[in-house]
């Protein structure tokens, strides 16, 4: 049921009403994680459309994880909001790219890449560098960061140069392993992720007909999760603009983690420079997580250092009081994770859903032990933010026997139907004992149920009409839902929430991570994910790790450096001393936290980017002060410097 403009409003603060019921142009909410930046811009995108202002097919939403669009999608959806878009930059390029590629290219679009190393791997032989796994990956992720940061195989070596990017080997070589893989890319007629969004910007930017053709038909754009836009999005999202204003973008600098990948919180920083007309809201009043889960998190991101002058918000809890953050110890990995399983299961034998409870981690890898450890409890969980899931082998083999099956319907209503295709392909009756094979009878079974979704909301609903939707979902990368225990990445959990998160595996080397010991920005940038994690929680937060990985280790591990300060004085964990890890300082902007690049910089302490206003404010606020102190004197300005001029005055 559609509701009436004003009722929309309802169940919103005063500042998140300012910001859903702006009129067209651009808005900014500058708020920290849980203040209902997500809440107010489904809002706002509801008011919109219901007070007439914008058609619901004009508006274009966009995030970063498939999840977070889904959970978009959702919100609107219980707003009644029906026919607005929310997807991922990627999906929303791939559709449009799609529909404008025959008219740009000629022919068919080409063929996504499947993962990037296979070609990788070919650039680097032809390049004649050498071929080790763990050097291409990196090489990988190289290239995926130039092209988030719009620099050519040409200009690679001189920006990695300037920004002292860790190359995995000689930037010139990287360089041309880079030029390499477009070269073998492009004649294998393939698009990687990136190109999804590179060519949807030239065709909007070369054709002023395609131009037309899109700028007409969507008007309204909205970015949640703006603080991790990277050049290449930012640079996509002005061609969908094409000089308009009509934006609202919402975000939490310190929530800024994919800066590894080009992401930068600086559009969202800079934001009112550009729109200088713009609405700019602040948040601070956090409704997602009890006072207990905010002081924590205050404490996580009040240590962080070179915080952007734009991000300095502090938290307030709004919900009743709840259980304190519990802090545990454990001798190796399987006795954490066993601890773990058995704290979820007295949670769900306490009546929490298992949806409403996730285990985050720092690198997929940690996800095995905990698996097992579920397992062996006969506890129901999806692991998330590895694979996606259309991406998955047995989803993509499902995907072919039902397009199949599609061309001659089976006669059996719908769930049967879909259930014996998929037999086919490995879906047995019984689920396997645990593991992979667990996994992938899992994403095959919640194929099953969305048939079953689909039976329940429309009466006779065809094969066909299932596929369709199945095709539909796969272009959004919308996965259905499983039910279960969540285990995910920090990272894929951003945005989200659960009434109780365990973060696993806090011990130095895995959070923070290994590879940023000795890079400052690389801390920060692991302390930002942390606090990703710590404010996913509601109510129940347990944070835990291990000294040792396998049983009868050696126990050499030393918890997070994280987690000073924040474990209570009476925990067994506080008593020892610990000496915290130093870190060789690179030091960054205080405005909007990058590297500098050059002693002037270091000076100023801001990068040359970076406006100087904090300085004029402080400067202003001296000159004032000196005037006034002068005059006391009775003396030129000029005179009074310090305090220590003062007291040779006085
Ligand atoms: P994140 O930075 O993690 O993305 P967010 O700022 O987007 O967080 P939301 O997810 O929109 O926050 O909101 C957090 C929770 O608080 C949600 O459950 C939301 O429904 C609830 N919430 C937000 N605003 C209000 C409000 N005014 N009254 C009651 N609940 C609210
Ligand atoms: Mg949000």
């Not at 509801?46 to 889904?70: C, Y």
């Not at 130039?146 to 920004?163: F, G, M, N, T, V």
């Not at 992401?263 to 601070?284: H, I, N």
């Not at 992938?440 to 689909?454: I, K, N, P, S, T």
Request: aromatic letters at 6%.
């Amino acid at each position: 049921m559609t509701k009436s403009p004003t009722g929309l409003l309802d169940g919103l603060d005063p500042e998140q009403r300012a910001a859903a019921a702006a009129p067209r142009g651009p808005v900014c909410v500058l708020a920290g994680a849980g203040t209902g930046k997500t809440r107010t811009i489904t809002h706002r995108i509801a008011h919109l459309i219901a007070s007439g202002h914008v058609a619901a097919g004009q508006v274009l939403a966009v995030t970063f994880t498939a999840r977070a669009a889904g959970e978009m999608r959702t919100r609107l959806r219980a707003l009644g909001v029906d026919g607005a878009q929310a997807l991922t930059f990627h999906a929303a390029a791939r559709r449009q790219l799609r529909y404008f590629w025959p008219r740009v290219v000629g022919d068919r679009m080409w063929d996504l890449l499947d993962g990037k190393l296979r070609l990788v791997a070919q650039a680097a032989q032809r390049s004649r560098v050498s071929s080790d796994a763990e050097i291409l990956r990196d090489i990988a992720s190289e290239i995926e960061w130039a092209k988030a940061s719009l620099i050519s195989p040409e200009d690679y070596p001189a920006q990695a140069a300037r920004l002292q990017r860790d190359t995995p080997m000689q930037a010139a070589q990287v360089a041309e392993v880079y030029r390499k893989y477009e070269e073998v890319k492009n004649a294998a007629r393939m698009l990687d992720f990136d190109d999804l969004l590179l060519h949807t910007t030239a065709a909007l930017e070369d054709n002023a007909d395609v131009a037309r053709e899109f700028r007409d038909r969507y008007r309204c754009f909205v970015v949640d999760e703006y603080q991790d836009v990277t050049p290449l999005q930012q640079r996509l999202l002005d061609a969908w603009l094409g000089g308009r204003d009509d934006i609202t973008v919402v975000g939490d600098a310190n929530q800024t983690i994919y800066s590894f990948g080009g992401a930068s919180p600086r559009p969202l920083l800079d934001f009112t420079r550009r729109f200088p007309e713009a609405t700019v809201v602040r948040l601070e009043r956090d409704y997602r997580s009890t006072p207990q889960v905010v002081e924590l998190a205050n404490k996580v991101i009040g240590a962080a250092r070179g915080r952007p002058a734009g991000s300095r918000l502090k938290l307030v809890g709004q919900r009743p009081d709840g259980p304190e953050p519990r802090f545990a110890e454990f001798d190796d990995e399987p006795t954490e994770a066993g601890a773990v399983a058995g704290r979820v299961r007295q949670l769900l034998d306490a009546g929490v859903p298992a949806s409403e409870i996730a285990i985050l981690y720092r690198v997929n890898a940690q996800s095995e032990v905990y698996e097992q450890a579920l397992t062996d409890l006969e506890i129901p969980y999806l692991v998330r933010g590895g694979e996606r899931f259309f991406e998955r082998r047995e989803i993509r083999q499902a995907m072919v026997a039902l397009r199949t099956a599609a061309g001659d319907p089976p006669s059996a209503e719908l769930v049967p139907a879909v259930r014996a295709v998929l037999a086919r392909i490995g879906l047995t009756e019984q689920p396997p004992s645990g593991g992979a094979a667990k996994e992938r009878w899992d994403a095959l079974l919640a194929l099953v149920e969305l048939a079953e979704e689909l039976a329940a909301s429309v009466e006779g609903a065809s094969f066909g009409r299932y596929v369709a939707e199945l095709e539909q979902r796969a272009a959004a990368q919308h996965p259905p839902t499983v039910e279960g225990v969540t285990l995910a990445s920090l990272h894929a959990a951003k945005g989200l929430e659960w009434d109780a998160v365990f973060l696993v595996g806090l011990a130095e080397g895995t959070m923070p991570i290994q590879r940023a010991d000795g890079d400052e920005a690389a801390i920060e940038e692991e302390r930002r994910l942390f606090y990703v994690g710590v404010t996913r929680a509601r109510e129940h937060l347990w944070l835990s790790w291990s000294l040792s990985r396998h049983p009868g280790g050696r126990r050499h591990r030393r918890r997070s450096r994280f987690l000073y300060g924040l474990i209570p004085e009476e925990h067994p964990a506080a008593r020892v001393p610990r000496r915290q890890p130093t870190t060789r300082t690179k030091p960054s902007c205080r405005m909007c936290g990058e590297q500098l690049a050059n002693t002037l910089e270091v000076k100023l302490g801001r990068c040359a980017r970076c406006p100087s206003d904090l300085d004029e404010a402080l400067l202003t606020r001296l000159k004032d002060w000196r005037a006034e102190r002068a005059r006391e004197l009775k003396v030129p300005p000029f005179v009074v410097f310090t305090d220590a001029t003062l007291v040779a005055i006085a």
